[in-house]
């Protein structure tokens, strides 16, 4: 009897001591068990938070700052179109005073005889302009005679003078406005060997649209010579030609040749030179 009573007393001792394990997590086989188990649910948690953390962190940082295959690429476009306009170089010769071919007072002329003649530079076109003048004159072999009837020796002269309006009738020499400059290395038949003598003048300030030069000269008077039966009825022509260029952006292989405040008789030669290149066939 109290045997037994005995070992019912050690089972419900062992009952209570298993059953405290299980409740404290103290030693015991079920407690160890579950105290592993929670264990291991907490670590999980914490691993699923922080993958969650760094996920949102890369969705964010994908959106403020365009990281990511996902992402658009910000763009944009511009553009401008210029539109130029070609500029031109346009002259005219004008010779308002000169009366005209047919007009009787250049017909049946006699030596010393004066007529007016006015050769001038406008510029029509929409550019500044550099111009060059190119007068050819007649020349026959004579003899001059003065006026007081002196005769001279028989030689090669030139028919007609160029002068000035101030110039009196008695002056029998040419004389040209200072605002034109003589280019003599540019003239031809200066030796009066053949039947013409040209003269090559360039304008010392470059013309504006719309302006116009002074004249190279005003009037032109026949010389006096010797009548001769060679040269009765003969017409003769005193030509003037007109020549421009643009005044702005004439190069040399030294830069730009200036044509601002007055151009230069060596500037003037160089750029005749150029247009004559440009322009000779």
């Not at 086989?29 to 890369?58: D, H, M, P, Y």
């Not at 476009?77 to 005219?92: H, K, M, P």
């Not at 605002?179 to 540019?186: C, M, R």
């Amino acid at each position: 009897m109290r045997k037994n009573q005995i070992e019912r007393n050690n089972t419900e001792q062992a009952f209570r001591f298993q059953k405290k394990g299980n409740e404290t997590g103290e030693p015991g086989t079920n407690g160890k068990n579950q105290s592993a188990g929670r264990k291991g649910e907490q670590l999980k948690s914490k691993l699923l938070f922080s993958a969650a953390v760094i996920l949102l962190l890369l969705l964010i940082g994908g959106g403020l700052f365009g990281i990511g295959r996902a992402a658009a690429y910000l763009t944009d476009e511009a553009s401008v179109t210029n539109t130029f306009t070609i500029g031109n170089v346009e002259v005219e010769l004008e010779e308002t005073d000169w009366p005209g071919n047919e007009d009787p007072e250049v017909q049946n002329q006699v030596p010393f005889q004066e007529t007016e003649k006015n050769p001038t530079a406008s510029n029509t076109g929409s550019n500044a302009a550099v111009v060059f003048m190119k007068l050819t004159v007649p020349v026959r072999t004579l003899v001059p005679v003065s006026e007081d009837g002196t005769k001279g020796t028989r030689q090669a002269m030139e028919l007609y003078y160029m002068k000035l309006a101030e110039d009196a009738v008695t002056a029998h020499q040419n004389h040209f406005a200072d605002s034109w400059t003589e280019l003599v290395s540019q003239e031809e038949g200066t030796g009066l060997t053949g039947n013409t003598r040209t003269y090559v003048f360039g304008y010392t300030a470059a013309l504006a649209a719309g302006q116009s030069s002074r004249a190279l000269f005003d009037k032109v008077q026949l010389a006096g010579f010797m009548e001769d039966e060679a040269l009765a009825g003969e017409k003769l022509s005193v030509e003037v030609q007109l020549y421009a260029i643009q005044a702005d952006n004439i190069l040399e292989n030294t830069g730009e040749i200036s044509t601002d405040n007055g151009i230069t008789k060596e500037n003037l030669e160089k750029i005749y030179e150029i247009y004559i290149k440009q322009n000779n066939d």
